[in-house]
């Protein structure tokens, strides 16, 4: 199956449903304190690009987002596959697709937090080729998350 990757507006009935669907997978895995909601609006920002992985019926199937950090880096967020499309090559459609953006933008590095029992998000990125990292931005060690980064080039 195919799947087709795009920037697309964040305001969407469809972007909200994958949000809705990380946030609720992010509550079972993780405690409260830890979490960072993010919601439409947040991402509806001149510094922040959403892609959109579709099927071949145009249903949304996938979603992440792109920070722009303004120093030729930027921070991968948001990453979530709708779950009766796992395993289905979508993740690694959105991490490629991620990477063609950063670099037709100038962008050299991408990086990413990924939770300790996100073993799936975890597995892409390795496979990908993400190292893991030290803490950058405002992110500091933690017992729940991993930090990961990428040299894309340019």
């Given at each position: 199956?195919?799947?087709?990757?795009?920037?697309?507006?964040?305001?969407?009935?469809?972007?909200?449903?994958?949000?809705?669907?990380?946030?609720?997978?992010?509550?079972?895995?993780?405690?409260?304190?830890?979490?960072?909601?993010?919601?439409?609006?947040?991402?509806?920002?001149?510094?922040?690009s959403?892609?959109?992985?579709?099927?071949?019926?145009?249903?949304a199937?996938?979603?992440?987002?792109?920070?722009?950090?303004?120093?030729?880096?930027?921070?991968?967020?948001?990453?979530?596959?709708?779950?009766?499309?796992?395993?289905?090559?979508?993740?690694?459609?959105?991490?490629?697709?991620?990477?063609?953006?950063?670099?037709?933008?100038?962008?050299?590095?991408?990086?990413?937090?990924?939770?300790?029992?996100?073993?799936?998000?975890?597995?892409?990125?390795?496979k990908?080729?993400?190292?893991?990292?030290?803490?950058?931005?405002s992110?500091?060690?933690?017992?729940?998350?991993?930090?990961?980064?990428?040299?894309?080039?340019?």
């Amino acid at each position: 199956m195919a799947f087709y990757v795009q920037r697309e507006s964040s305001r969407q009935a469809e972007v909200e449903a994958l949000l809705r669907q990380s946030d609720q997978i992010a509550a079972r895995l993780y405690p409260g304190e830890f979490r960072r909601p993010l919601n439409v609006e947040a991402l509806d920002a001149p510094h922040i690009s959403v892609l959109v992985a579709r099927n071949e019926d145009l249903v949304a199937v996938g979603c992440c987002s792109l920070f722009d950090s303004g120093d030729g880096t930027i921070e991968l967020k948001r990453m979530i596959v709708d779950q009766s499309f796992r395993e289905r090559g979508v993740g690694a459609a959105l991490l490629s697709a991620a990477e063609t953006t950063a670099r037709a933008n100038g962008i050299h590095l991408i990086r990413m937090e990924v939770g300790i029992r996100n073993t799936d998000g975890q597995a892409l990125h390795r496979k990908a080729g993400y190292k893991e990292s030290a803490p950058f931005g405002s992110y500091a060690p933690s017992p729940i998350s991993l930090l990961f980064e990428k040299d894309i080039g340019t």
